[in-house]
């Protein structure tokens, strides 16, 4: 399975971001996608992640603000960010499950400025 993602990018606080990852290269069907985030010096840490069937949850650092989604018959999940903030700024990650393995994509760098 590969992940590719798309969006990131350079916004000012309180701006909008639409974060993509389309998964590919899929034998047994994805189950959980999720967002995570890596700021510099930081753990990786969960943004968001959604079911199959569509059940989100959020961390609270984003709850309110971001909103994860995905269409199963393109394979892929969308991050809606809005009212980004400087403590937004991170590399984000997509990730996926197909049976009981997990994979990544290679990051996308979202850049919030004051």
């Known amino acids: 399975v590969q992940l590719v993602e798309s969006g990131g990018g350079l916004v000012q606080v309180g701006g909008s971001l639409r974060l993509s990852c389309a998964a590919s290269g899929i034998t047994f069907g994805i189950n959980a996608m999720a967002w995570y985030r890596q700021a510099p010096g930081k753990q990786r840490d969960l943004v968001a992640r959604?079911?199959?069937?569509?059940?989100?949850d959020y961390a609270d650092s984003v709850k309110g603000r971001f909103t994860i989604s995905r269409d199963n018959a393109k394979n892929t999940v969308y991050l809606q960010m809005n009212s980004l903030k400087p403590d937004d700024t991170a590399v984000y990650y997509c990730n996926a499950y197909e049976l009981l393995s997990a994979y990544w994509g290679q990051g996308t760098q979202v850049t919030v400025s004051a």
């Open positions: 959604i079911s199959r069937g569509g059940s989100a």
